[in-house]
C-alpha cells in the first residue's frame, strides 16, 4: 500500500487537489447512471474509487470517495463527501459489501489497474456493477490526452474499452459498453456463481 500511496500520479494529485475543482467540469451524471442501470440488484451502497474531491459522488448524490492522495481526501472531506484514504489495490472495505463501484478518469492513474479490477469483483455484492469512465487511446484526443499527461510526468496508462471490458471478464464481472467514443462507459456486473 505504501508503494501507491507514494505513486508519482498520486503525489501530483494529492499537491493540486485545493485547485482541482476550480479547473474540473461537473461529472457526466446522466452517463453514470447508465452505467449503474447495468446493475442486476438495487443501488444503494457506492463506492467512488479514486473519487478524488468527490466530483462524481456529487453527480451521483452520495457515495464514499476512497482516494490514494491525501490532499483530495481532505477536499472531498470539506465538500461534505464520506472520505477514506485508501488504494484502490487494496480497498479498505469488507467482501461483498457494495452494490456498486464508480471509477471516474482515474483507472489510468492506478498503480495496478488489474489488482484494483480484482478488489472491486471483491467488494461487490453478487449483481453489483463497476462503472468504468475512462478515455479511449485510439482517437485523436485520447492520444492527445496521454501524451500530455506523460509530458507533464504522468504514469497515465490508458486502457481501450475492449481491453477494458476483457479484463474485466477475467476477474467474473460480466462487460457492458454503455457509451463510446473518447470519453466511454464500461460496467462490469458481479456474476452470480
Ligand atoms: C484525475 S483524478 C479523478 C478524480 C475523480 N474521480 C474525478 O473524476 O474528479 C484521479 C484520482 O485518482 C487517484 N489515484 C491515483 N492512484 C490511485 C490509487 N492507486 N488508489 C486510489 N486512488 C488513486 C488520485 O489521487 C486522483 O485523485
Known amino acids: 500500500m505504501r508503494g501507491h500511496l507514494r505513486s508519482p500520479d498520486v503525489g501530483r494529485f494529492h499537491r493540486f487537489a485545493r485547485l482541482y475543482d476550480r479547473v474540473m467540469p461537473s461529472a457526466d451524471a446522466?452517463?453514470?447512471?447508465?452505467?449503474?442501470?447495468h446493475a442486476?440488484?438495487?443501488?444503494?451502497?457506492?463506492?467512488?474509487?479514486?473519487?478524488?474531491t468527490g466530483r462524481a459522488?456529487?453527480?451521483?448524490?452520495?457515495?464514499?470517495?476512497?482516494?490514494?492522495a491525501d490532499g483530495m481526501v481532505r477536499v472531498?472531506?470539506?465538500?461534505?463527501d464520506q472520505s477514506v484514504r485508501g488504494v484502490a489495490e487494496?480497498?479498505?472495505?469488507?467482501?461483498?459489501?457494495?452494490?456498486?463501484?464508480?471509477?471516474v478518469d482515474a483507472l489510468h492513474h492506478f498503480a495496478?489497474?488489474?489488482?484494483?479490477?480484482r478488489e472491486t469483483a471483491r467488494v461487490l455484492r453478487p449483481?453489483?456493477?463497476?462503472?468504468?469512465?475512462?478515455?479511449?487511446?485510439?482517437?485523436?484526443?485520447?492520444?492527445?490526452?496521454?501524451a500530455a499527461e506523460h509530458a507533464v510526468g504522468f504514469d497515465s496508462q490508458f486502457y481501450t474499452g475492449d481491453d477494458l471490458s476483457d479484463r474485466c471478464s477475467a476477474v467474473g464481472l460480466t462487460p457492458a459498453r454503455s457509451d463510446g467514443g473518447f470519453s466511454y462507459t464500461v460496467a462490469g456486473v458481479k456474476r452470480r456463481d
Open 30 to 37: 446522466a452517463a453514470l447512471e447508465r452505467g449503474l442501470a
Open 112 to 117: 495496478d489497474g488489474d489488482a484494483a479490477l
Open 127 to 146: 449483481g453489483g456493477v463497476l462503472v468504468v469512465r475512462d478515455f479511449d487511446p485510439r482517437t485523436l484526443r485520447g492520444r492527445a490526452l496521454a
Open 90 to 103: 487494496h480497498l479498505p472495505v469488507r467482501d461483498a459489501s457494495v452494490d456498486a463501484v464508480v471509477v
Open 40 to 52: 442486476d440488484r438495487d443501488v444503494e451502497r457506492i463506492l467512488d474509487v479514486g473519487g478524488g
Open 57 to 68: 459522488t456529487r453527480a451521483l448524490g452520495g457515495a464514499t470517495v476512497i482516494d490514494a
Open 76 to 80: 472531498a472531506a470539506a465538500n461534505g
